[in-house]
């Protein structure tokens, strides 16, 4: 297969190469890369617990409970008892009727959207989002239109010309991975009550982070799930691995059935499922962890406005710091790791050429020192 090295040396030539670092040790927000010891800017354990002795214990109990894996799909014998009792904790925590888990949050996406919108309907997306959406919306045969990101006049627009028969799915995120912003999700909501729309609105960087339980979007903007259907992760916040959607027992019903990444997949693990049930337990039990996050979004925004990196107007866990040229953002980020501290660059296909950048992830893990030592780091880099 000769293209593929023709290929490799094209996305060489346009400095967009990537390659895996192994990760030799992990406790924390610290890593250790080559025998070097590094503070962890760019994961997503954003409440500090995917090393906590309670959820590692619980992982492990489930092992010795249940094995290894669920050994097949959910439909055949794949489906435990513990299946159940995190989806129906992650339907209370989110304020839904039921849930369903699916083996990861992309697969939630592939398997969901297809399951509600087909030929003939129509899919409304911001042009912001997750290549899980983006392949969702291809995957359904659906007509799909792009509006500009959270463009509330476009977005209108597109509804007020859509047929009235057709069944309509907006497409957002809470909070977007690349930029750290909120979506405008009150008035969102609104136009979809307005046109007879729903709204799948992804939380996978959510959860956990907005409102003051960090229960999500819906708890930050003190609006109702009517009309919505809430998607999200377990491998962020909730410290473990998989994908969920929070929906009527109706709809869950009608997914068991129509959904092919669930209907076709080994069920999640019955580590991780023990795993995000005891995050679960604990954010619930101990909203000091959403404080000491938002209390370190604060500092670190305090911290990088005094050395110039311009800031986004939603204080969230994702910063990007800006560069624009991916092989200086590369630079950057290497410049990064001999000080000890480890934030990947982000480039193409992630973000657009022009807005490659180092994308800052913060958890209530970090310490202040921490994230002096990163904003002291950037000022001598930029």
Not at 214 to 232: D, R, V, W, Y
Request: aromatic residues 6%.
């Amino acid at each position: 297969m000769d293209w593929t090295k023709k290929e490799l040396e094209r996305i060489q030539a346009r400095g967009l190469f990537r390659s895996l670092k192994a990760i030799e040790q992990k406790s924390g927000t610290r890593i250790e890369i080559c025998g070097k010891r590094l503070v962890n800017f760019c994961g997503n354990d954003y409440l500090g617990l995917a090393g906590d002795p309670r959820v590692k214990k619980a992982g492990a109990g489930a092992v010795k409970k249940w094995g290894t894996s669920a050994s097949a799909s959910r439909l055949v014998s794949g489906n435990f008892s513990i299946h159940l009792e995190l989806e129906n904790l992650l339907a209370k925590f989110k304020g839904a009727e039921t849930g369903l888990v699916f083996p990861s949050g992309y697969q939630a996406n592939l398997g969901v959207i297809p399951a509600l919108v087909g030929k003939g309907d129509l899919i409304l997306s911001d042009e912001w989002n997750h290549s899980s959406l983006i392949d969702a919306s291809r995957l359904s045969s659906a007509t799909v239109k792009i509006f500009p990101h959270s463009d509330l006049s476009a977005l209108k627009k597109m509804l007020a010309g859509a047929k009235p028969s057709q069944k309509k799915l907006i497409l957002v995120e809470s909070i977007y991975s690349m930029d750290g912003d909120l979506a405008p999700l009150p008035e969102i909501v609104e136009l979809a009550e307005k046109f007879s729309a729903t709204v799948y609105l992804d939380e996978a960087h959510s959860t956990g982070v907005l409102g003051k339980k960090g229960k999500g979007a819906l708890e930050h903007f003190q609006i109702s799930g009517k009309n919505l259907i809430l998607m999200g992760t377990l491998s962020k916040a909730l410290a473990s691995q998989g994908g969920f959607v929070c929906v009527s027992k109706a709809m869950r019903d009608f997914l068991v059935n129509r959904a092919r990444s669930f209907i076709f997949s080994t069920g999640l693990n019955p580590s991780a499922v023990a795993s995000a049930l005891k995050a679960l337990e604990i954010i619930e039990s101990e909203p000091e962890r959403v404080a000491k996050l938002r209390g370190n979004i604060h500092f670190a925004r305090q911290e990088l406005e005094k050395i110039g990196v311009a800031l986004g107007v939603d204080p969230t866990p994702i910063i990007p710091v800006i560069l624009g040229d991916p092989d200086q953002t590369v630079s950057a980020s290497k410049k990064l790791l001999v000080r000890g501290i480890f934030v990947q660059a982000i480039r193409p296909p992630s973000v657009p050429r022009s807005q490659s950048r180092l994308r800052i992830s913060l958890s209530a893990g970090h310490t202040r020192k921490e994230i002096s030592l990163l904003a002291k780091s950037l000022a001598e880099i930029i």
